[in-house]
């Protein structure tokens, strides 16, 4: 199949999750003999900070300005079995009137942000990337958040066919590698700031710093604000690019996974960080949500941290137990979390939504 994606950004993996999620997709992707074509605005703060260049097997469009765009799309489309538009995508709006008005065999709306999404609808926001008549003329809707997310997108945004396709891990960036002595931690949380984690991110990371003076915390991510309650014993990475997650991760004697608030509503959210971590061994600490045991075995493959007082058990726990649950952890996200099985199951997915009547999901006007 062809696939052409409008997307956030696979170019640059500054301030954003979708950029190592989407590298890893595609590569798996083209593995299977797919074509991936993926649409990008060319932002400045992107720019900066690009870290690929092109998409081996596939093709990386970059634009200044939708106009500039359009013609182009329309062209990958006429060809293409799949058109798919993702939330954040900076030209959702019009690039969903390009796909929905193409010959495209599936026309797809991925969702990577659901929780956000149905967050805002229920604050009476619409998010500026879905479009005002909702999702109901796009012939499938995925969603990375599985469980009650999957009805809210039929019931408020009109979804037809949903399906969801959880986030994964590129074996091939992500895995066991030496430590690094910029990176040692006794706990480490990898994320860019969100204001909606800062609460969890309180009682988990920033308290058991205060309580454990004697020990080291390390946090990587961007957008972090100056006002951000640092402690002495807290260091600071502005960016950590993908190919030096693994030393990050396996610098740690344990790394913490705190979900955005709206996320860990709807449950059934796995972070990409969170498959990330665990296919390089790191033992992983994690708030709690509803469906985090679909992903992973609790106090075999992966640790709850509702309390900092659960935070304080985790970093008294010995070596050989933290080390324990990081390689069933990696075991687990090898078996089921995998790029390569993602592609699969999103095959599956196209392909059925490929042979549903044209009635169903052809074009609209059908």
Same mark, same amino acid.
């Given at each position: ?146 469980? #009650? ?22 074996? #091939? ?194």
């Amino acid at each position: 199949m062809k696939l052409v994606v409008f997307g956030l950004s696979v170019s640059s993996s500054w301030g954003n999750g979708h950029a190592t999620l989407w590298r890893g997709l595609i590569r798996a992707l083209t593995g299977l003999g797919h074509r991936v074509v993926f649409f990008e605005r060319d932002m400045p703060y992107y720019a900066e900070h690009r870290d690929l260049f092109e998409l081996p097997g596939g093709g990386l469009v970059l634009y200044p300005e939708w106009e500039e765009a359009r013609r182009r799309a329309q062209r990958e489309l006429a060809e293409a079995d799949v058109g798919i538009v993702t939330s954040y995508c900076p030209d959702a709006i019009a690039a969903s009137e390009t796909v929905l008005s193409s010959p495209a065999r599936v026309r797809c709306f991925y969702d990577l942000d659901t929780g956000v999404t149905i967050g805002r609808l229920q604050a009476g926001r619409a998010p500026e990337y879905i479009p005002q008549r909702g999702l109901g003329d796009f012939d499938l809707v995925l969603s990375y958040t599985g469980g #009650q997310a999957l009805a809210q997108l039929k019931t408020r945004l009109g979804a037809r066919h949903v399906a969801p396709l959880y986030g994964s891990v590129d074996p #091939q960036t992500h895995h066991p590698a030496p430590p690094e002595e910029r990176f040692r931690a006794d706990l480490s949380y990898l994320c860019t700031y969100a204001a909606d984690r800062q609460a969890s991110l309180e009682d988990l990371f920033i308290e058991p710093a205060r309580r454990r003076p004697d020990l080291r915390f390390v946090i990587g991510g961007s957008q972090y604000p100056g006002d951000f309650p640092w402690s002495e014993n807290i260091f600071f990475i502005p960016h950590v690019p993908p190919a030096e997650h693994p030393a990050f991760y396996c610098s740690s004697r344990l790394t913490l996974s705190v979900t955005r608030a709206a996320m860990a509503a709807m449950g059934y959210c796995p972070s990409g960080r969170l498959f990330e971590a665990a296919a390089c061994g790191a033992p992983i600490l994690s708030d709690d949500w509803d469906g985090l045991d679909y992903f992973f075995e609790p106090g075999v493959e992966i640790q709850i941290a509702r309390t900092t007082g659960h935070v304080m058990d985790a970093l008294a726990k010995s070596p050989e137990d933290l080390a324990r649950i990081g390689r069933a952890g990696r075991e687990r996200v090898l078996a089921s979390h995998t790029a390569e099985r993602r592609a699969l199951e999103l095959e599956n997915i196209l392909e059925a939504a490929i042979s549903l009547p044209v009635e169903t999901a052809g074009n609209a006007e059908c």
